[in-house]
C-alpha cells in the first residue's frame, strides 16, 4: 500500500479519480487500476491490503477503469467473491461500480466514493484516431483538501451564521460537511476535535434548551 494514498492528518491536498472508504483508514485510487487482496508476504504485490482472513485470496480483486464505458469496475478474482450493495459477485465477473456503492470481501466492508460531476463524453473518433486522452475526461477529486481554518474558526463560522447564533454539535457538523467537502470523506477524527473546541475554548458557551425548543441535545453559542 502505497502511503501517500492514505489519508493524511496535515493539510496537503490529495488528487485521486475515486477513495475507498474502510472502517480505519482511506485509500485514495490515484491509478487507473489497483490491486485488494490479502498480503501473506513482504514481497506480495497487493495495493490494498485486506486482512489476513484466510477468505481473503492474495488477488482478490481488481478495480479499475473502463475507458469505453467511462466508468469503474470491480472484477472479482478470488474464490469466495465479494458483495456490492449486498449483491453477491462471483470469482470472474465483473460488476460497475457508482459513487457510495458499499462493498465487501469477507469480513472487510468498504464503501467506493467518487468526486462531484461527470466525466465529459468521450468522442468515438478521438479515440479511433489516438487524439483522445482518456486521462483528461476522468474526473479528479479536488475537494479533499483540508481547509486551512482551524477548528476553532469552523465553529465560529458555522454557530455565527445561524439566525439564532447558536447551534447544536449536529448541527455544527453538518454545517461544516455541507461547506467544506473535505470532512465528508475523511475519517471521524475530526468530530472529536471539535468536541474537544467547543469544551476546552472558552469562546464557546453551552446553552440549554427553553422549554418551549423541542429536540434533545444543548446548543452551542459565541
Known amino acids: 500500500m502505497d502511503p501517500e494514498a492514505l489519508d493524511p492528518d496535515g493539510g496537503l491536498p490529495i ?3 475515486a477513495k475507498l472508504e474502510f472502517e480505519q483508514f482511506s485509500f485514495f485510487i490515484q491509478t487507473l487500476t489497483l490491486l485488494l487482496g490479502r498480503k501473506a508476504k513482504p514481497g506480495d504485490n497487493v495495493d490494498v491490503h485486506l486482512g489476513a482472513s484466510k477468505s481473503i485470496s492474495r488477488n482478490h480483486a481488481k478495480i479499475h477503469y473502463h475507458f469505453h464505458a467511462s466508468a469503474w469496475e470491480i472484477e472479482v478474482l478470488g474464490k469466495n467473491g465479494a458483495f456490492v450493495n449486498e449483491r453477491y459477485v462471483g470469482a470472474g465477473e465483473t ?3 457508482h459513487n457510495e456503492d458499499k462493498l465487501q470481501i469477507a469480513e472487510t466492508p468498504f464503501t467506493f466514493l467518487l468526486p462531484e ?3 465529459p463524453p468521450i468522442d468515438p473518433s478521438a479515440l479511433a484516431h489516438g487524439d483522445f486522452d482518456p486521462l483528461m475526461a ?4 479536488a475537494s479533499f483538501q483540508r481547509p486551512q481554518a482551524s477548528y ?3 465553529i465560529y ?3 455565527t451564521s445561524h439566525p439564532n447564533k447558536k447551534m447544536t454539535l449536529a448541527q455544527i457538523y453538518n454545517w461544516i460537511c455541507i461547506h ?3 470532512y465528508r470523506y475523511v475519517m471521524n477524527g475530526w468530530q472529536n476535535s471539535i468536541r474537544h473546541n467547543l469544551s476546552l475554548n ?3 458557551m453551552k446553552v440549554t434548551r427553553t422549554e418551549n425548543e423541542p429536540g434533545k441535545g444543548a446548543f452551542w453559542a459565541v
Open 180 to 182: 467544506h467537502p473535505y
Open 202 to 204: 472558552k469562546a464557546f
Open 117 to 119: 460531476g461527470a466525466a
Open 157 to 159: 463560522n458555522a454557530i
Open 15 to 17: 488528487s485521486a479519480y
Open 152 to 154: 476553532a474558526t469552523l
Open 95 to 97: 460488476f460497475p461500480l
Open 138 to 141: 476522468m474526473p479528479v477529486i
